[in-house]
């Protein structure tokens, strides 16, 4: 008689087997589904949503009148963290928002079209900081009612429907008939994550809304953020010396770094641009000669920093009286020309939806590297001083009061814009913040 268990143990071995196979398949489908359908979400500029808010009159799907247009705060504009997607979601506060009540225009792009809403937050008198207790009312742009929710302690447990809705038998009806609550289960939501179907979801078809699908496992946090009048927690606090740690530690980074480090003994400037995928770009010397202490940097929509070597001094090909070459010395501090270039990248961030924070200016001498960083409000950056007046003024501040301190009290004085942050980088790449205290005078503090 055969023994047919050896056979058996093949076959169930088979099954597993493919069961498995079946199981990673689709394991792998769904991460590419969802990869897939987060790059629908892309990010739109300040100014881009700006436009599109201002010729939406002509929109038959999403327009504010132009008394609601002079009321959204553009220039306290934020662009905020989506999670489980790599853009960002264009956030525009009202002029009129309070404690009792925030109101902010939320625009993003999805499917290349670009999509607005009203989102309202309306706390209760139980509401505190990082527990938001009250009502989440999302309104199209010309008042339409999309969907609704409630939310105690930081939990959203009822929805808001209209009443004309399918909702079970034990829906509330509230507000004069015209919504009803129905209650959320099993899994409570959160006011910090809310979902995309939730803001854009399938409640705005009654009123011509198309919903926004393709967006799936991507969540704001409502309570981020927020502008004037928020019942909100505040923003994540912007982290230079992360940052420049962060920066240390990467390997291209510190390539970069390393190969002009290499180059102070050279008779001319040499520098790079990174672009926010990480890539660098070489910058070209100003004329393409020995003796210049200049680069050509053309600022591009996706960069996000500079860095650059400022060189020894060295015997320029002037003579002086005697016949003997003049001995050139560049200030290897950051001068008002890269001062100006590191306000240009801001402005562009700000432009092209990248995070403040990424932006960066970095100077590498022989006697020491630096960085700027900018911890201000983004909406007081402008570049319309007198640059041309600078020069003197600057080399006379670091001849008074030395590098550090000379470029400091420069700054303050002549740029006039807060939180411009300079911070000495270390050789084992630790970093410490110098500033001004109350008297003028010069405070080191290391970065942890």
């Known amino acids: 008689m055969r023994n047919h268990k050896p056979e058996k143990l093949k076959l169930t071995k088979r099954i597993f087997l493919f069961t498995l196979a079946l199981v990673l398949t689709n394991c792998q489908d769904n991460e590419n589904l969802t990869k897939q359908e987060q790059s629908t979400i892309k990010t739109v500029s300040i100014n881009d949503a700006k436009a599109f808010l201002a010729r939406s009159a002509n929109n038959p799907t999403a327009k504010l009148s132009g008394s609601e247009i002079g009321e959204l705060e553009f220039d306290k504009a934020t662009l905020e963290k989506l999670n489980g997607s790599d853009q960002l979601l264009t956030v525009i506060p009202f002029a009129t928002n309070s404690e009792v009540r925030n109101d902010r225009v939320l625009v993003v792009k999805i499917d290349d079209e670009i999509r607005s809403v009203i989102f309202s937050m309306q706390p209760d008198e139980n509401s505190t900081q990082g527990s938001f207790s009250g009502k989440l009312l999302i309104y199209s742009l010309e008042g339409d009612f999309i969907n609704g929710y409630k939310a105690k302690d930081g939990i959203i447990e009822i929805q808001y429907v209209k009443s004309n809705s399918t909702t079970s038998s034990t829906s509330k009806t509230i507000d004069g008939g015209e919504l009803k609550e129905v209650v959320i289960g099993p899994k409570p ?260």
């Open 189 to 448: 939501k959160l006011t910090n994550a809310v979902s995309f179907d939730m803001i854009w979801g399938s409640g705005g078809s009654s009123i011509g809304y198309a919903p926004v699908g393709g967006a799936s496992g991507v969540t704001w946090d409502s309570t981020g953020g927020g502008g004037s009048g928020s019942p909100s927690t505040p923003p994540a606090v912007n982290d230079p010396c992360k940052s420049i740690s962060d920066q240390a530690v990467n390997p291209a980074f510190k390539a970069k770094m390393d190969a002009l480090k290499a180059k102070t003994s050279l008779k001319k400037e040499s520098g790079y641009a990174q672009k926010k995928d990480g890539s660098f770009k070489e910058l070209q010397n100003g004329s393409g000669g020995t003796n210049i202490n200049s680069l050509e940097f053309i600022i591009e929509p996706d960069m996000v920093g500079f860095m650059h070597v400022h060189i020894d001094p060295y015997e320029s090909d002037e003579l002086d009286e005697d016949g003997n070459p003049k001995e050139s010395a560049p200030i290897k501090m950051f001068s008002p020309a890269d001062v100006k270039q590191f306000l240009l990248l801001l402005i562009n961030a700000k432009t092209n939806g990248i995070p403040v924070e990424n932006v960066f200016g970095t100077m590498v001498s022989s006697s020491g590297d630096y960085s700027l960083r900018f911890t201000g409000n983004i909406a007081d950056v402008k570049t319309d001083q007198n640059w041309g007046s600078f020069d003197q003024i600057y080399k006379a501040a670091i001849k008074k009061d030395g590098k550090e301190l000379g470029f400091l009290k420069f700054l303050k004085d002549n740029i006039g814009i807060n939180g411009i942050s300079l911070y000495k980088i270390k050789k084992d790449g630790k970093s410490e913040n110098k500033t001004l205290n109350a008297n003028n005078k010069l405070n080191s503090t290391p970065c942890q």
